[in-house]
């Protein structure tokens, strides 16, 4: 494979590393002019919302979720790009991991935001989401924790705060670059936030054992975040959700597309901030597997999933199996299934074709086939209760579609706002591997012993 | 007596000051090493405590939520769905989170403990120099008599 | 495991009996008045949002021309072991000593968790602020609340008439009996089809039917235990 070749002197990367923040470029204003515009608009609709009632949505009796868990899901999903990749990749020593981490763990932070709103705003009466907060209160009452609401609460916002606080470990030391390199306000904020970082050994040796073991404590919290999601779902009576492995199904899923949504944003990146030496091939390449991967993994979920449905023959669950497979859903249900593995399995497989822009197209396709997933799991149920007098059927109004686009919008406007104010590369985490392997290609292990070796 | 303050380029002319520190008898507590990337040397100081202190997290936060849906359901004592007031398979998952956010909290208060940071007037005075890639090598006379 | 409610009060239910079920629909609009159900006109309606606390459902049985066509009254089950109460987050809905599933409005933030993982479908929710075409606002019932936009509602085996039907028996210094609670679709019933009253008092007249051989529960297979019994016959 043909790669660009890496710099390697420190001056040169920390320039590169930092341009974004001082000459963003044009494309940067271009891509927040567009997502801010989405986000307006989203504002627009979710004040609508807001004042006329949850009427304007397409929900109704029985399809009292649609969209807004939809979103919900997808969002959770897509946070299982960065922390839990990141941390899989830190923990097992992977050094091509590198230019990678906090494009990751970043996505996590602002996908988790943007999912955890949805809880919020799809309420009756979000005005009153707070009280699914344990606190004494006046009326007396405390959370019912035998509600996977209740658990959904603690699990994200467990998940979300270990997620800010992963991100924001490895970002001390580059603060304090900033904060050395900056003057004025900058000088004084960045200065605050790296909490007066000196760079000594002991800080780097702290810091270091701090970020392992907040690797190894939030690998387990994602995988109980995205199971809590699906557990929303299987812990009711319904067809199609009352499922065991639902769990593993969803947090599969998550991690599908949060790889996929981690390679757009990469590719993003990489083109916007003119960053096409440290983002290279290899780490396209090798995120392509891991999407190979959870390709095959999702068809072999939903293989089993719907085969367990069918076979079973039961009537309510049949009459959501057909609706999806031959039915009214049928053709978004057959793209989902091109969308995630029929396209994708197959261009991921062919190394020719595991290139950048061969993963892009792949990671497209995954993140429409997911989304549409997640809305296929959740409608079809609902639209066929058990007394088929009751059966319903779902269409979206503008308000749904344009809050949906808003999430799109925000979640890259949040991205663009985060790659102009900290540097979207970690600095010292690319340069520790440097000295080591061929730049980040060869796995090093015990960096100290390889080091010594050299001197 | 002044703070000395020796600058160095690299890791190699930093080893290399820091043999020649030793031999001249200047004991490694009165040294201190700042660079802008981990450097991998033997470090000074006591020994970590940061993942003890993350267990004793987890285990606080076991304890806390444990204690919190126990006494809140009985408290609220509401029937719901023929459900025991107390159940330990639903409890579990709260106790399961809140272990998790007792650890993580835990490592991090730890971790700017043991690494001396959030402190008043810890300003870097070598920051410029840190910054620019280079290797700063601190030599505190107050240790060295000490 | 399972937690049960125990208590010496009156355990409430419903027979209703299919064969004498002429699928007229007063109960529906005596519910409807009784309760202070906003209408929400034919194009809401068709979208799926209208409220009805007890609904007429009909199958067609048979090929044309032998079609028969039954019709069953469907109202909250008030189940024992409800599946909608636990999912509440909030405890807006929960089992109340007297066998009643309960709905608090003012506990309720509108997750329609409950709505979802209901089996019966009998769980509305109010999209809109609720609002009635002149004259009707002024024929609405003192004695029930009205439900605020955003949160859900179902039948209270009308709550308002328990009550004052307990307070009546407790004046008198006797136990309930029947004839003491009807509620508004019970009292509605042309054909006499249905009946209402105290499920733990062997001599009243639902326990009776309760034990008939034609008596089942809706959905008996999900083990929810429904307060609702229905008779129809052994066929």
């Known amino acids: 494979m043909k790669d660009l070749q890496p710099n390697s002197n420190s001056e040169t990367i920390t320039a590169d590393l930092l341009r974004p923040l001082s000459k963003p470029g044009l494309g940067w204003y271009t891509t927040v002019t567009i997502s801010g515009l989405l986000v307006l608009l989203a504002a627009v609709a979710l004040g609508y919302q807001f004042t006329k009632g949850l009427g304007v949505w397409g929900i109704n009796r029985p399809v009292f979720w649609a969209l807004d868990i939809t979103n919900f899901v997808f969002w959770i999903g897509i946070s299982h790009a960065g922390t839990l990749i990141s941390a899989i990749l830190r923990v097992t020593g992977a050094e091509w991991r590198r230019p990678v981490t906090r494009c990751a763990e970043a996505i996590t932070v602002f996908a988790l935001m943007i999912g955890a709103l949805f809880p919020i705003i799809h309420l009756g009466r979000p005005q009153f989401f707070y009280w699914l907060v344990p606190y004494p209160n006046e009326r007396g009452l405390w959370p019912n924790f035998r509600s996977p609401l209740a658990w959904d609460f603690f699990a994200i916002n467990t998940y979300l705060l270990g997620s800010i606080i992963y991100l924001y470990l490895p970002l001390i030391p580059d603060l304090a670059l900033l904060r050395d390199k900056s003057s004025g306000l900058f000088r004084r904020v960045y200065g605050a936030l790296c909490l007066g970082w000196r760079g000594t050994q002991l800080q780097w040796d702290r810091l270091e054992r701090a970020v392992r073991a907040m690797a190894v404590i939030i690998i387990p919290v994602a995988v109980s975040v995205h199971t809590i999601v699906s557990w929303d779902f299987a812990m009711t009576i319904r067809p199609m959700w009352h499922s065991t492995m639902f769990g593993p199904y969803f947090v599969a899923g998550a991690i599908f597309s949060g790889i996929a949504a981690l390679i757009l944003a990469m590719a993003v990146i990489r083109r916007v901030f003119h960053l096409e030496n440290y983002l290279r091939p290899v780490h396209f390449n090798n995120l392509g597997l891991l999407l190979l991967t959870m390709s095959l993994i999702w068809f072999y979920f939903t293989f089993a999933e719907y085969l367990t449905s069918w076979y079973g023959n039961e009537p309510e669950e049949m009459a959501v199996f057909r609706s999806k497979v031959s039915g009214v859903y049928a053709p978004l249900f057959w793209g989902t299934v091109v969308c995630c593995f029929a396209i994708p399995a197959p261009l991921l497989a062919i190394k020719r074709f595991r290139t950048i822009k061969g993963t892009m197209v792949a990671s497209v396709l995954v993140v429409i086939g997911m989304w549409f997933e997640r809305f296929l799991i959740i409608v079809p149920t609902l639209t066929q209760p058990k007394f088929t007098f009751n059966w319903g059927s779902y269409t979206p109004t503008w308000v749904e579609l344009s809050l949906t686009a808003g999430t799109f919008g925000y979640f890259v406007l949040l991205y663009s706002i985060f790659s102009r104010l900290f540097p979207i590369i970690a600095i010292w985490e690319y340069k520790e591997g440097l000295p080591l392997g061929e730049h980040g290609e060869q796995t090093v292990v015990g960096v100290p012993d390889a080091e010594l070796e050299s001197v | 007596m002044d703070t000395e303050v020796r600058v160095l380029n690299n890791r190699h002319e930093a080893v290399a000051a820091l043999q020649q520190l030793e031999r001249d008898g200047v004991p490694k507590s009165a040294i201190t090493v700042m660079s802008s990337e981990p450097l991998h040397l033997e470090c000074e100081g006591p020994k970590t405590r940061i993942p003890l202190f993350g267990i004793i997290g987890g285990l606080l936060g076991a304890a806390f939520a444990i204690l919190l849906t126990v006494w809140t359901s009985k408290r609220v004592g509401l029937v719901t769905g023929g459900m025991p007031i107390v159940s330990p398979w639903a409890f579990g998952i709260i106790v399961f989170e809140l272990a998790a956010l007792g650890a993580i909290l835990m490592t991090l208060g730890r971790m700017v403990v043991e690494a001396r940071l959030a402190r008043r007037g810890r300003g870097s005075d070598y920051g410029k120099m840190v910054a620019e890639g280079k290797i700063v090598i601190e030599i505190d006379p107050g240790a060295t008599k000490g | ?235």
């Open chain 3, 1 to 235: 495991m399972k937690e049960e409610t125990k208590s010496n009060k009156p355990q409430w239910g419903m027979v209703i009996d299919l064969d004498r079920c002429t699928g007229c629909e007063a109960c529906v609009v005596a519910c409807r008045v009784e309760n202070n159900i906003p209408a929400v006109g034919p194009e809401e309606a068709a979208k799926g949002r209208s409220i009805n606390w007890i609904r007429v459902e009909r199958y067609v049985e048979g090929e044309y021309p032998d079609v028969k066509v039954k019709f069953m009254p469907v109202l909250c089950q008030h189940c024992e072991e409800a599946p909608c109460e636990p999912v509440c987050p909030v405890y807006a809905t929960y089992r109340t000593d007297e066998g009643l599933n309960a709905q608090v409005y003012n506990r309720c933030v509108g997750t329609r968790y409950c709505a979802n993982n209901c089996p019966y479908t009998v769980r509305f929710f109010n999209f809109f602020d609720p609002k009635w075409d002149a004259p009707l606002e002024k024929a609405l019932n003192p004695e029930v609340s009205i439900r605020p936009r955003g949160v859900m509602e179902k039948c209270t085996f009308c709550i308002q008439r328990i009550r004052k039907g307990e307070e009546k028996a407790k004046d008198e210094e006797r136990e309930v009996r029947d004839g003491d609670v009807v509620p508004a679709c019970v009292q509605t019933c042309e054909t006499k089809a249905m009946y209402f009253g105290n499920l733990a008092d062997p001599t009243s007249e639902v326990s009776k039917l309760s034990k008939s051989n034609r008596a089942m529960r809706l959905l008996e297979d999900l083990g929810t235990k429904p307060r609702v019994i229905y008779l129809n016959k052994g066929d």
